[in-house]
């Protein structure tokens, strides 16, 4: 990793629109979620941002590895502190938006959205939301993770992602820093998370599963039909051939006739 793109919390905040809470930047950790929720039971007030330069334990849904090597990703959690009745779906989607938007200003690149929290650029995934809710003695929070794949070729992910995996720039840009990409991962989740079901409208926009055949895999049950819609609890509508649809909260899900579920 080179010296002059390690991440840096003034270089962040010199990025930042306006100001915002604490930046809490480690070199390793297991999981930048599990250190932002240890902040947030502490009371780190939202807006609280943990990065790291590489973690031991990311994860994505389901428990699944998320693969965060040294210096090659923006991997970052930020605490939010939602009013009572927001749900956790929505923080899902509006975390996706916001990072499409994020990686669309700083590079340039066009980001489509695959449900539920996957940031495609090039039909490869660039990035993965993980929101986690949790209660502390200052109340409900949710914390949101962000990871982004910023330089990566195909050779440094392992074999068995490299059909689905991509990354924004396949070696380091000169324009473009991972402190400048963070400043607006930051900027964009905390406007979305203000009013995360005005998301929804952009989160429908940038899908890349509506009007598209698609097989739905749920507790070890296959579902196929065509993706038509995503209802305002940031819900999977599919239906199948013969008309009938089902609404899905959550599930693995690819567009049919394609490998490694992009």
Known sequence: MEDGDRLSAQ??????????AAIHIYDTVG???DAARALAEKGAPH???VLAEAQTGG???FGRT???PAGRGVYMSLVLRPG???????FTAAGAVAAARAIESVSGLHAQIKWVNDVLVDGKKVCGILAEAAAGPDGPFVVLGVGINFCARAEDFPPELRDRAGALYGKRPQDVTRDRLAAAVIDH???????????LPEYRDRSALLGKDVVLTLAGETYCGRAVAIDDGGALVVQDSRGNRRVFAAGDVRVRGRDGGR
């Open 189 to 199: 989740v905390l406007d979305a998370a203000a009013s995360p079901e005005d998301a």
């Open 47 to 49: 807006g609280t941002a």
């Open 11 to 20: 270089g962040i905040r010199s990025w930042l629109r306006t100001p915002r």
């Open 31 to 33: 999981s930048t979620n």
């Open 59 to 61: 994860r994505g849904r």
């Open 66 to 68: 998320f693969h965060s």
């Open 84 to 90: 009572p009745k927001t749900s956790l779906s929505l």
